[in-house]
């Protein structure tokens, strides 16, 4: 699963390419969420080489049944203030390959619960995912792991720390 959104530092040009390469060695079919016509926009440019379903304006209760029905999520930004949606993955028992982007280190542990690789890099993004798709200790390590963290991150505690973010704590 990936989220496709139109704006460049998402990173979902380099999602498709990602998940091309992990379709030539394991066969997928793939859940994309867009947002507008940021999907179709980027296809002009990478081709999918995968069967997918397309999913746009999708309610959080749609969201989570996403999350929760896939085996991996990739987050493929260069930059985030915190990046909400490889925890939300984590929430729902989905194993998360994410991007070294910046604000997933307040709660991404690479190997504990999520597979960390450097921004605007298909290849490695693509042999991530291959290792939780054909690895299934990783992949229920990283589950477990993800289940734990996101347990720990309540609203109250997100807002603890962007106050004190703010603050300059």
């Known amino acids: 699963m990936a989220i496709i959104r139109g704006a460049r530092f998402k990173g979902g040009d380099v999602a498709i390419k990602a998940l091309n390469m992990v379709n030539k060695e394991v066969p997928i079919h793939a859940v994309l969420v867009s947002e507008g016509d940021a999907a179709e926009r980027i296809f002009r440019e990478v081709k999918p080489e995968f ?3 397309l999913f746009r304006g999708v309610s959080d209760d749609l969201l989570a049944k996403l999350y929760s029905s896939s085996d991996v999520f990739i987050f493929t930004s260069y930059r985030e203030g915190f990046g909400l949606p490889p925890l939300e993955a984590m929430a729902s028992g989905t194993a998360v390959v994410t991007t070294d982007c910046g604000g997933v280190k307040d709660y991404a542990i690479n190997g504990y619960n999520s597979l960390i690789v450097p921004p605007s890099d298909p290849g490695a993004i693509a042999n991530a995912t291959i290792r939780v798709l054909r ?13 734990e963290t996101a ?11 962007f106050e004190r973010a703010i603050k300059g704590a």
């Open 51 to 53: 069967s997918y379903t």
């Open 135 to 147: 690895d299934g200790k990783l992949k229920e390590r990283l589950v477990e792991g993800g289940l």
């Open 151 to 161: 347990k720990k991150w309540t609203w109250d505690k997100v807002v603890d720390v």
